[in-house]
């Protein structure tokens, strides 16, 4: 996914529907679903932005906390030889597997 739209800390998608002749997208990185649509990328983006609005407005009304994208955890499994690898790494910087990881990813990104 090359293009996203970003506002108040969401992304969203940008998709094409040929047949229906228009834009849609839904908010990424949470669960619940969110989803927008528009015939122009301006009428797109608008879209997106009063989605995002409409979903933190129904969620203050109902008393719930609005999910954040991405908590700050997940799993990945990399198989044992790399699990392996990467653990003796982290022990022989004296670090946490997870600390190591958060370095690799920042890196790989260039954070």
Do not use: W
């Amino acid at each position: 996914m090359n293009n996203m739209l970003n506002y108040r800390g969401y992304y969203g998608s940008i998709e094409a529907s040929p047949e229906d002749n228009c834009l849609f997208g839904r908010l990424q990185f949470i669960r619940a679903l969110v989803s927008y649509e528009g015939q122009t990328v301006a009428e797109l983006s608008q879209a997106f932005h009063d989605a995002v609005d409409e979903y933190l407005s129904d969620c203050e009304a109902k008393g719930y906390s609005p999910e954040i994208p991405c908590k700050g955890s997940f799993n990945v499994r990399v198989g044992h030889d790399l699990h392996l690898a990467a653990s003796v790494e982290a022990a022989k910087r004296s670090m946490s597997l997870n600390d190591l990881t958060r370095r690799a990813i920042a890196e790989y990104i260039g954070q």
